[in-house]
């Protein structure tokens, strides 16, 4: 006998009656098999000890699914308690509450409930009620006295157990079954591992069949069994609660109308819809794998020449028979794994089905499924409404039935013709679009992302934008201001610095601007060896100008020869004020020769020049000096200098002529 071990979920009581039975029968024997039955012990997880290895089989419940769902290599091998035994008990009913059968689990509001956290069927109860967080839950004291006595006004039990203490003390505890608000966990689960089906399948298949043997026998002889478990397992329970466990066991089991240990893919999928809806599980786990399929594997053809002879010298007949019965075997187990698998797969669709539409109903964009309407040439000419959810009802203003099978047209009267040039797009060629428009209608702006779910169709998901919308208006125009300013600023900057180097009077750039400039121009000079011819300007008696005439027209005078030397002045030159009444003129590239030349141009024009004042014409005459790189100097102040000692020169020597620095040329002594 191959010994394995059998690992409980609860202490021994009848709810394990079958196991007792089986071994008790000799069915595990006959099987092979030397069943150690282990009881519960606190800190024990049954399905830790399976997977790991510990025990080959366990007895859980329909949380079996939970491990199942994070990835445990559990089988469900069969379902002993076709319901869970758990319910909510509360506070016997009076007349008057009797009657108001509809106020149902909302009774419980607020009040104070104990409750087990393994009881999941009593959960989703509650949760599927609506009262979760709606009660003071307080920690379970597993003593149903605290119900009886009033201690609490509901709390989570089993059938097997806490009924029995209440009908034992006339208590008529009101029962909240969660299979009455359909929901219909298994009971008792008898399971093993991934490992042990997929190594030592015969032996799981041995296992089951024994058990379920046993199931079987313990139900057909429940007094029996009560003196088996009392002599062998436990005395923790009297006679009569046994009895009271077998019946209750009946119950639960379906006995009449189904077979021991049958589960179903749509039942188990059932209930991990209800897990989901509890928060136990984010999706409907696949069930592939989990539901042990008893039938067993078609057996390896061995050499059996006993057998084969006697089939061999067997009438055709029976070989056609056979033939026959397995094909129309193998057909109904086909027929019957594809409906379960079929089952299974619309218990998904539906769960799927109820996820989204939980979605489509509370998304805060608002949705709109339709389908465009085109005239003969296929132009779109409106389009049809075919679903809305509630927060498009919101945003179009339109209750559903209004919108249902209307035209857009017909409902909407926006007389929009731009949104159906989009939408007839976007349902002709299948390629989505984004845009975002004002409503002039509702004066809001909305963004909405179209898509083409088949051809003619279009779904649309709207969004308000407007706030959105007013902020970006908002933003640009502040941009728009900001860039204003901006360029306000630079054209200010730019004045600043132009009037920074030009003299106001005359308008021709000042000292400031030609000390930096005859720098630049010299190093340039230098660096590429040409000429920097410097010519330094006063006008002759200026101040007797200024004396006869008065100030303003000295002023004129001197705007005069500005005049006259921006017109003489050729790209490249500069010509500035260089202070009161002198003037200096920058000439690169320009031979000797040519410099006095022009100077005397200059002088000659300007003392041909009669600046008109009020009545009088006034003229005068100009002394220059000039000084030229690299002959006179190699430095500003140098070329300056002796630009300066010229014009001394020319002023000595009687004024009214340009003369060219000289170091060997002192000023006439004469004034
Ligand atoms: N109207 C006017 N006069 C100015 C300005 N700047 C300087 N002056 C005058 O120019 C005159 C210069 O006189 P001086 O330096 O004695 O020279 P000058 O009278 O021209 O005699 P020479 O240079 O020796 O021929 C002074 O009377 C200054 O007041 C100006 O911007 N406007």
Redesign the pocket.
């Known amino acids: 006998l191959e010994k394995v071990t059998l690992q409980l979920n609860g202490y021994h009581q009848f709810q394990y009656a079958g196991y007792y039975a089986a071994l008790e029968q000799g069915y595990y024997s006959e099987a092979g098999l030397d069943v150690a039955i282990v009881e519960f012990k606190m800190g024990i997880d049954p399905v830790i000890d399976v997977y790991s290895g510990k025990a080959e089989f366990g007895v859980s419940n329909s949380s079996l699914l939970l491990a199942r769902a994070a990835n445990k290599p559990v089988v469900a091998l069969a379902a002993i308690g076709q319901h869970s035994a758990n319910v909510l008990f509360g506070q016997p009913r009076g007349k008057e509450q009797k009657e108001q059968k509809e106020q149902g689990m909302q009774a419980l509001t607020g009040k104070r409930i104990m409750l087990d956290t393994q009881a999941d069927s009593v959960l989703a109860l509650l949760a599927n009620e609506g009262m979760a967080g709606q009660f003071v839950e307080l920690t379970h004291s597993y003593d149903p006295q605290d119900l009886i006595k009033g201690k609490v006004d509901a709390m989570s039990g089993s059938l097997l157990n806490e009924l029995y203490f209440f009908e034992r003390a006339k208590f008529p505890a009101h029962i909240y079954a969660p299979r009455d608000a359909g929901i219909d966990f298994y009971g008792d689960v008898l399971f093993t591992s991934e490992h042990m089906v997929s190594g030592e399948g015969d032996k799981v298949r041995a296992f089951r069949a024994a058990s379920l043997r046993g199931w079987q026998y313990a139900m057909a002889h429940q007094s029996e069994m009560v003196d088996l478990i009392r002599n062998k397992y436990a005395q923790r329970l009297d006679r009569d609660h046994l009895l009271f466990q077998g019946r209750q066991m009946q119950a639960l089991m379906d006995l009449d109308s189904t077979e021991i240990g049958n589960q179903t893919a749509a039942r188990w999928l059932a209930i991990g819809a209800a897990y989901l809806g509890m928060g136990k599980l984010e999706q409907v786990p696949s069930i592939d794998g989990f539901i042990f399929d008893p039938t067993p594997p078609p057996k390896k053809a061995g050499p059996d020449y006993k057998l084969l002879a006697l089939i061999a010298a067997g009438a055709l007949l029976i070989v056609l028979f056979l033939l026959v019965t397995f094909r129309l075997t193998r057909a109904q187990f086909a027929l019957r794994i594809e409906k379960q698998r079929q089952e299974a797969l619309q218990e998904q669709l539906r769960a799927n089905e109820e996820r989204y539409r939980g979605l489509f109903i509370s998304m805060d964009n608002g949705f709109a499924l339709n389908e465009i309407i085109c005239d003969n040439d296929g132009k779109p000419i409106d389009y049809r409404f075919i679903e809305v959810n509630p927060a498009f009802e919101k945003v179009s203003g339109m209750p559903r039935e209004k919108l249902i099978g209307k035209r857009a047209k017909e409902v909407l009267q926006s007389g929009d013709d731009d949104w159906l040039e989009q939408f007839g797009s976007v349902a002709l060629t299948g390629q989505p679009k984004r845009y975002e428009k004002f409503s002039q209608k509702t004066c809001r702006w909305f963004a909405t992302d179209s898509y083409s779910p088949a051809p003619g169709k279009f779904a649309v998901v709207t969004q308000e934008i407007t706030e959105r919308k007013q902020m970006e208006i908002a933003l640009t125009k502040a941009n728009i201001e900001l860039r204003d300013k901006y360029e306000e600023i630079s054209r200010l900057q730019e004045k600043l610095r132009e009037q920074a180097v030009r003299d106001p009077?005359t308008g021709l750039h000042n000292r400031r601007y030609l000390d930096e400039t005859l720098q630049r121009e010299l190093a340039r000079a230098k660096r590429e060896s040409y000429t920097l011819c410097v010519i330094l300007i006063?006008?002759?008696?200026?101040?007797?100008?200024?004396?006869t005439y008065g100030?303003?027209?000295?002023?004129e005078?001197?705007k005069a020869f500005a005049r006259l030397l921006h017109d003489h002045a050729r790209a490249g030159d500069v010509a500035c004020r260089y202070g009161?009444?002198e003037f200096m003129l920058m000439l690169p590239k320009m031979p000797t020769e040519t410099a006095i030349e022009r100077a005397n141009v200059l002088r000659e024009k300007f003392a041909a020049t009669k600046v008109p004042f009020g009545e009088a014409e006034i003229s005068t005459t100009l002394?220059i000096g000039i000084a030229i790189f690299p002959q006179h100097g190699g430095n500003p102040d140098e070329l300056t200098n002796n630009a300066d000692q010229a014009l001394y020169v020319a002023?000595s020597e009687g004024?009214n002529r340009a003369i060219v620095f000289d170091p060997g040329r002192p000023p006439a002594i004469h004034g």
């Open positions: 009077l006063d006008l002759d008696f200026f101040k007797k100008v200024n004396d100030h303003l027209a000295g002023d005078v001197l009161g009444e002394s002023k004024r």
